[in-house]
């Protein structure tokens, strides 16, 4: 059995790392490239960086700080935001990122995640998606972008099916509803989305303990899960997160 990935995100704004409660109120929380070293070093499988003002303001990803990260750490992260075509993609990359999350921009061109796969290779090519509740799609979920400022109308189970078959390699379902509430992942949307693919699904939004990761890797079949406010905090640590994870008989990677 494949082992369970933890994932540390960093929300980047104005290069420094923030949080907030579905997407509003954040707060200052440090440096990215110190944080991603203290979390590699604590035991995180991937990092994950979203630019989150990127995309709304239309604006190119800081590369900088991608370089300074590759340099830091010797674990895979991914990278996310203000990400407007192949050759963004490529300077990502060429940067030291593992993978290139595409949010926004698939919506706006599904054409890139297939262009994305066949240039870099589908594993580098993440579709990162913030699905809302919804009474307009057949799932119940709809897709928001550019931030959850904007709503599309297309159903999120349909939209990460149609991704995977143009070479998404990954798929983060990021629940606006749960972002930042530590009260728990939204289970169904990330079940049903990991029952409709053939590629692992990332859960993401609403991990508050340990025990949430637990349910969302056995009662949705995600095969990673993002984790934020819990760990910025100081209130959990990626080891005690594991330790829970390995005594509930979910396979991870220890690193004690």
Excluded at 73 to 88: K, M, N, T, Y
């Amino acid at each position: 059995m494949l082992t369970k990935r933890v994932i540390p995100c960093l929300d980047v704004r104005n290069g420094r790392v923030t949080k907030g409660v579905k997407f509003k109120n954040n707060v200052d929380l440090g440096d990215p490239v110190e944080m991603a070293v203290g979390y590699s070093d604590g035991g995180a499988d991937e990092l994950v960086f979203y630019d989150i003002t990127a995309s709304a303001e239309r604006r190119p990803i800081d590369i900088g700080m991608v370089e300074a990260v590759a340099r830091a750490v010797r674990i895979p992260f991914a990278v996310g935001g203000g990400i407007s075509s192949l050759p963004d993609m490529e300077r990502v990359i060429l940067a030291g990122a593992e993978k290139v999350s595409v949010n926004s921009l698939a919506v706006r061109n599904p054409r890139i995640i297939a262009e994305g796969a066949a240039a870099f290779g589908r594993q580098c090519i993440v579709l990162g998606m913030d699905p809302v509740k919804s009474g307009r799609t057949a799932s119940g979920y709809e897709i928001t972008t550019r931030g959850f400022r904007e709503f599309t109308g297309m159903d999120a189970v349909e939209w990460a099916k149609r991704a995977a078959d143009l070479g998404a390699g990954e798929i983060v379902v990021n629940s606006v509803d749960a972002d930042g509430t530590r009260a728990g992942f939204e289970m169904d949307i990330t079940r049903m989305i990991a029952e409709a693919v053939g590629v692992p699904v990332v859960a993401s939004g609403g991990a508050g303990r340990p025990s949430h990761l637990v349910d969302v890797f056995r009662g949705a079949k995600a095969d990673a899960a993002i984790v934020a406010g819990m760990i910025h905090s100081g209130e959990y640590t990626i080891t005690e997160i594991k330790r829970e994870m390995h005594a509930a008989g979910i396979p991870t990677r220890m690193n004690y």
